[in-house]
């Protein structure tokens, strides 16, 4: 937890039948977490890129970016992080609409996400 924060693995009574890591797309996977700040949850989605590839892992992410450092002395890479507000889990609110307004968003991101990383890279 930092502040008033706090944070739990998508496995919660929130999330039931929910793993923490989830596919977005063929080419996109990412982790989720939920976040709580007094009786206010948030639902985050992120992960990590390195040249055009993306990582759910940050340790996968790292050693590739030093490996990109020492082969083509590249040393770009980053995390993504979206969220979306679920509202106050201890009034019944679910993480239904939050992911709904999270795949969306990311449905029409990941296009242009990935055209603008290509030419980054190409330069």
């Not at 937890?1 to 977005?24: I, K, M, T």
């Not at 993480?95 to 990311?106: K, Q």
């Not at 296009?111 to 030419?119: C, I």
Request: charged share 25%; glycine share 8%; hydrophobic share 35%.
């Amino acid at each position: 937890a930092s502040g008033d924060w706090s944070s739990d693995v998508c496995s919660s009574d929130l999330f039931p039948s929910h793993d923490s890591e989830v596919q977005l797309s063929a080419q996109l996977s990412a982790k989720k977490i939920l976040g709580r700040l007094k009786d206010d949850s948030t639902l985050f989605y992120y992960w990590f890129f390195s040249g055009e590839k993306n990582y759910t892992d940050e340790t996968d992410a790292l050693f590739n970016i030093i490996r990109e450092t020492l082969v083509s002395g590249r040393s770009d890479g980053g995390i993504v992080e979206i969220s979306a507000n679920v509202g106050n889990s201890f009034l019944g609110a679910n993480s239904d609409d939050a992911e709904e307004s999270i795949r969306e968003f990311l449905g029409a991101l990941e296009p242009v996400l990935r055209k603008t990383l290509k030419a980054e890279i190409a330069k």
